[in-house]
Structure formats: structure tokens, C-alpha cells
């Protein structure tokens, strides 16, 4: 029996997939589950529809996603903190937050989850990995100064 997926299910498919099962699998577990539904022509022809749509949309934050790491990437990010008395130690590290913060008063609202820092104990030029979208990442370089 063909059915379409509505979720993803472990060892048969993912979400809006058309796939081949058992028919007493689908009728008695699948579809009262909600987890799929019959792959009937109008069906199909409804999630091929969505399917274009949802295309459109990804590829529209595809985009705004790009904009947005070379925005990042033409700006210059300086984190400003406090050092020991040998002006090159750092009180604490830098954290991803920081990062977060010198970002967003540049203009660039960035998700902190997204972004991966190594252990920053001293003054000096760093990078970090931001993922913006599922295919868009990005390496920043910036700066740790001195206040």
C-alpha cells in the first residue's frame, strides 16, 4: 500500500515521503497514529503543490541567509574586555554571548545556538563557526582587545 508520510517515521521514511508498507501496518498503525495517510492521485497532487511551495520559501531564506554572512563577514567584530595587569590574560573567557552582543550592535541579530567558540583566554584575533541556516554557515574572524 502507498501512503504519504506526515511525519517523520524511524526505518521507513520521513516527512512527506511516498513509501510502500504493509497494508495492515498503514491501516492499523500508520494512519490512526496520524503518521500517514493514503497516497490517493489527489493527495499526491496536493503534496506535490505544498512541496513547490515550501521550495519557494527555503529558497527565499536560502537567500536571506547568504545576505546576511556576507553582511557578517564585511563588518569588523571587536570584543572589548578586561585583561590582567600582563595586558594579555583575560579576566574569565569570552563567551558566546559577548559575541552575540557585539554582533547585534553591528546589526546583526544572530542566534546564540548557533554559534561555535573556542576556549578565549587571551587578547588576539579569533574565528567562529555560525551556522545562519541549514546550509549556510560561515567563519568570522574578530578581535579581543583591551578595554
Known amino acids: 500500500m502507498e501512503i504519504?508520510?506526515?511525519?517523520?517515521?524511524?526505518?521507513?521514511?520521513?516527512?512527506?515521503?511516498?513509501?510502500?508498507?504493509?497494508?495492515?501496518?498503514?491501516?492499523?498503525?500508520?494512519?490512526?497514529?496520524?503518521?500517514?495517510i493514503l497516497a490517493t492521485d489527489s493527495a499526491k497532487k496536493i503534496l506535490e503543490e505544498n512541496l513547490r511551495q515550501q521550495a519557494k520559501k527555503e529558497d527565499a531564506k536560502v537567500d536571506a541567509a547568504k545576505k546576511l554572512a556576507e553582511e557578517i563577514k564585511n563588518s569588523e567584530v571587536i570584543i572589548k574586555v578586561k585583561v590582567a595587569e600582563d595586558k594579555v590574560k583575560l579576566f574569565g573567557s569570552v563567551k558566546v554571548s559577548q559575541?552575540?552582543?557585539?554582533?547585534?550592535?553591528?546589526g546583526h541579530n544572530?542566534?546564540?545556538?548557533?554559534?561555535?567558540?573556542?576556549?578565549?583566554?587571551?587578547?588576539?584575533?579569533?574565528?567562529?563557526?555560525?551556522?545562519?541556516?541549514?546550509?549556510?554557515?560561515?567563519?568570522?574572524?574578530?578581535?579581543?582587545i583591551a578595554e
Open 4 to 36: 504519504i508520510l506526515k511525519k517523520d517515521v524511524e526505518k521507513i521514511g520521513f516527512k512527506n515521503e511516498i513509501v510502500s508498507v504493509k497494508d495492515g501496518y498503514a491501516r492499523n498503525f500508520l494512519i490512526p497514529k496520524g503518521l500517514a
Open 99 to 106: 559575541l552575540t552582543d557585539a554582533l547585534l550592535s553591528l
Open 110 to 144: 544572530v542566534d546564540s545556538k548557533f554559534i561555535k567558540l573556542t576556549s578565549i583566554k587571551e587578547v588576539g584575533d579569533y574565528t567562529a563557526d555560525i551556522r545562519l541556516h541549514r546550509n549556510v554557515s560561515i567563519t568570522l574572524p574578530f578581535k579581543v
